[in-house]
């Protein structure tokens, strides 16, 4: 398949379904396959052996390694072959052996990754999950159905988060991490179950978090985790401190809305 303005051929070893449809600058590797209903943006590499099937709409400037499977059905015995989507922003990278499923109907229909995101080899996002940006999961992080991982969250290596979670921003779990209840924003958590290990520090400075912001959040999470407070004294204290610290503000309002309870 040749299309005019693309700045280099598909190869034509290449398996491309009539009713996909490939924006210009698209490179597609030997031996990929790309099924019908997939949308791929302007940049977008797609590596030999690759598979992407749809619904799917993927963004510009995305890198798609070899032997991902992207977009393919979910592994829920509810599913009924019903039309659902998977939606890739743009800048992430996808290494090999990723898998990243479809949604189901009953739950919004689709799986949603956000931008720049980095998805290393064997990652596993479930039905339904929906990432934000800037998130790094780490080699055989795996993602059960339904979980929602916030912006600058990092995964370790064999994490696991069950299914229905959230990860706050800017957390870091551990390698070999199992959650079972939501993680705080800021939080670093480890173990099996995950239990919690102080604050993200060194990420929020890489990110630009001032010193009296970081001090803020470490108040906040020695009111969370130390005063042998019982959660909802807990969450009132940290809301009186996000009035007056607006760092605060991102782990207060999360705790307010956490369904499945935190890990603590």
Known sequence: MYCAGFRRVIDPRAAIDPKAELDSGVEVAPFAVIGPGVQIGKGTWVGPHAVVNG?????????IY??????????DKKYGGEPTRLEIGD????????????????????????DDNLLMAYTHIAHDCVLGNQVIMANN???????????????????????FC???????????MAATMDVPPFITVSGHPAKPFGINSEGLRRRG?????????????????????R??????QIEHLAAEH??????????????RGIVR
């Open 55 to 63: 619904p799917a709409a993927i963004g510009r400037d995305n890198k």
């Open 66 to 75: 070899q032997f991902a499977s992207v977009g393919e059905a979910p592994q």
């Open 91 to 114: 800048r992430n990278v996808i290494r090999e052996c990723a898998t990243l499923h479809r949604g189901t109907a009953q739950d919004q229909g689709f799986t949603r990754i956000g």
């Open 141 to 163: 992080a795996s993602l059960g159905g339904h979980v929602h991982i916030d912006d600058w969250a990092i995964l370790g290596g064999f994490s696991l988060v069950h299914q």
């Open 166 to 176: 959230r990860v706050g921003a800017h957390s870091f779990c551990g390698k070999g």
């Open 209 to 229: 978090y001032s010193d009296p912001a970081i001090q803020a959040i470490k108040r906040a999470y020695k009111i969370l985790y130390r005063q042998g407070l």
């Open 231 to 236: 959660l909802e004294e807990a969450v009132a």
């Open 246 to 259: 607006e760092e605060v503000r991102l782990l207060a309002d999360f705790l307010k809305v956490s369904g």
